[in-house]
């Protein structure tokens, strides 16, 4: 997949053969154990030939920068964070929980929760069959959490949506398991699951933030890596 992910990139350009810098991430939680090893296992073939979509690509990995996945989402509104702040990313397999007091990530107060899309996505699907007995297609429920409505009958919309909206009550819910007070921090929400929060949540949006980017975290990796690549050839 990184592979497909650079030839991709490299199609925008019209250029195939190059030098790359990988930028990626972990889990907070992960990231202090298994960065060199992750970053061992990304270079392990420096040099790679291989064809993707009728093209050859002739690539040579220099090198590799990795960050805790949570924190680049945010790196560029650092200028906003002021006092105490908390981060949730929510993925499609997991949510991740940062503090970031005076705008420094604590990687003593990280967590990462088995409380991803997917588990929404699976709710949904199997209430569905035991209220109704049927069988829904997973780009419906998808269409549904997007946008709160679907080409479908009344009845299945509703039972989609409560199991949305108990979801994003269990997302609040673990949140004040790790001392989330709405009144004392503002929350930083990123990842595909700030969709559900805003369409099926009860929140004060004046507290609550939803980085709409879905390339958030993708583009932090990118801004840091450089900013990083920059200080090495001036030093």
């Known amino acids: ?7 991709r990139e490299l199609n925008i350009y019209g250029i195939q053969t190059a030098e790359i810098h990988l930028a990626a991430g972990l889990p907070l939680t992960w990231i202090r154990k298994q960065r060199e090893e992750f970053r061992s296992y990304l270079l392990h073939t420096p ?11 002739n690539i040579h990995f220099v090198g590799c920068s990795l960050y805790p996945q949570e924190y680049p989402a945010i790196v560029s509104r650092l200028g906003d964070f002021k006092g105490t702040n908390l981060l949730a990313d929510i993925g499609n ?3 991740n929980i940062l503090y970031i007091t005076n705008k420094k990530a604590m990687e003593s107060r990280c967590w990462t929760e088995k409380l991803g899309v997917n588990q929404c996505m699976i709710s949904a699907r199997n209430a569905i069959m035991d209220s ?10 998808e269409q549904v959490l997007r946008f709160r409505t679907a080409d ?3 009845p299945y919309l509703d039972c989609i949506s409560a199991v949305a909206k ?7 819910a673990t949140l004040r398991r790790y001392e989330y007070n709405p009144d004392l921090m503002r929350l930083y929400v990123v990842g ?5 929060i805003r369409n099926f949540g009860v929140y004060d949006e004046n507290r609550v933030t939803i980085l709409d980017d879905i390339c958030a975290t993708a583009k932090g990796y990118e801004y840091l890596a450089h900013a990083s690549l920059r200080r090495k050839e001036q030093s």
């Open 1 to 7: 997949m990184t592979l497909m992910a650079v030839a």
């Open 47 to 57: 040099q790679v030939q291989y064809r993707f979509n009728g093209k050859e690509y």
């Open 93 to 95: 397999g997991t949510m």
């Open 132 to 141: 109704f007995g049927v069988k829904i297609e997973d780009a419906t429920i």
């Open 152 to 154: 479908i009958g009344k």
């Open 166 to 172: 108990q979801y994003v009550a269990d997302i609040f």
């Open 192 to 196: 595909g699951g700030g969709c559900l």
